[in-house]
């Protein structure tokens, strides 16, 4: 029977965020918006990154990822979630909640694990920083985020592999506009117990294991600013590090409130999915754009060229 009721269920409905036509028209306008400049400002980052020279340095190679990462991220729901804005009928099929929930693991984790990356960067930049050529050379840049995406593919593949095998039946709608792996476990009339234990370990030890390696160096990072006689001194350290601070707490203060939410469809946790997966890809590139200086004389720069060459 379980075999039957498996081979019945071919898609989910996503019930998305509104169920009023109006609603979801201006929904539609939003997020669209949201969407191209997302896009656009990580492409931005991208390019500029990539042509000025004055920004070949490892911080800059770890945010063009961080970039590269966002854009990745954004396009893994958004697509999707326009569609159905516009649709009747608001479902995906089975192998495609799947696709969905294996690269929301991969970006998702890549970019939980390229932000402790760049905290030993701003480390290293603050703490050694004489030593700061000789410690972030290429080779290792190249070696940190290389492992980084690793890590996080094995991640998604072994959660995933669990997640296929599991038989769907009965009850298709998700009270959410995404597939995340936790949601697809009260449609399953399989045992989930193991799948369950997996995500609760692999989730814990990811989440726990980069905010130690971004809590213990920025701690490291606080008592050699606080040794700066100079208040100048200090402000300068500091303002090193505030586009990624900034745009850690945005990244873990909404994956935890979400992730410490039941998948229920409530308003709340609605909201907390869109600043976490649609608000906080966008605003990444718009932290490092406004507040970064060497980026605005970078995008300058860039312009001044462009310009030239017209």
Same mark, same amino acid.
């Given at each position: ?198 995500? =609760?370990?692999? %989730? #814990?030890?990811?989440?726990?294991? +980069?905010? !130690? *390696?971004?809590?213990?160096? @920025?701690? &490291? ?48 946790? =609605?909201?907390? %999915? #869109?600043?976490?997966?649609?608000? +906080?890809? !966008? *605003?990444?590139?718009?932290? @490092?754009? &406004? ?20």
């Amino acid at each position: 029977m379980a075999l039957v009721n498996h081979s019945a269920i071919t898609e989910f409905i996503l019930l998305g965020l509104s169920a009023h036509p109006h609603v979801q028209a201006m929904l539609f306008v939003l997020f669209l918006v949201i969407y191209l400049l997302t896009l656009m400002g990580n492409l931005k980052m991208l390019l500029v990154i990539r042509t000025d020279s004055h920004l070949h340095t490892p911080m800059y190679f770890f945010l063009s990822h961080l970039s590269f990462l966002d854009l990745c991220y954004s396009s893994v729901t958004m697509p999707k979630l326009l569609e159905n804005l516009l649709s009747q009928k608001k479902t995906i099929s089975v192998g495609g909640c799947l696709a969905q929930v294996f690269f929301v693991f991969v970006t998702g984790g890549t970019e939980g694990c390229l932000l402790s990356v760049m905290s030993y960067d701003r480390y290293v930049a603050i703490c050694h920083s004489l030593h700061y050529g000789h410690i972030m050379t290429n080779r290792l840049c190249n070696s940190l985020v290389c492992e980084c995406w690793g890590l996080s593919f094995l991640d998604a593949f072994i959660n995933n592999l669990l997640a296929i095998s599991l038989d769907f039946c009965e009850d298709q709608y998700i009270p959410h506009y995404s597939c995340e792996l936790h949601s697809l476990f009260p449609l399953s009339c399989s045992d989930v117990s193991t799948s369950f234990t997996v995500l =609760l370990c692999s %989730s #814990v030890l990811h989440g726990l294991g +980069t905010c !130690l *390696l971004i809590i213990f160096p @920025y701690a &490291l990072i606080a008592s050699t600013i606080l040794s700066i006689r100079s208040s100048s001194g200090r402000g300068k350290a500091f303002s090193t590090c505030s586009s990624h601070l900034t745009a850690i707490l945005l990244f873990y203060c909404s994956g935890l409130l979400r992730y410490l939410m039941q998948t229920s469809g409530s308003p709340l946790e =609605l909201i907390v %999915s #869109v600043q976490y997966s649609v608000v +906080t890809p !966008l *605003l990444n590139s718009l932290i @490092y754009s &406004l507040k970064n200086k060497e980026v605005k004389a970078a995008l300058r720069r860039t312009f001044r060229k462009y310009l030239q060459y017209r």
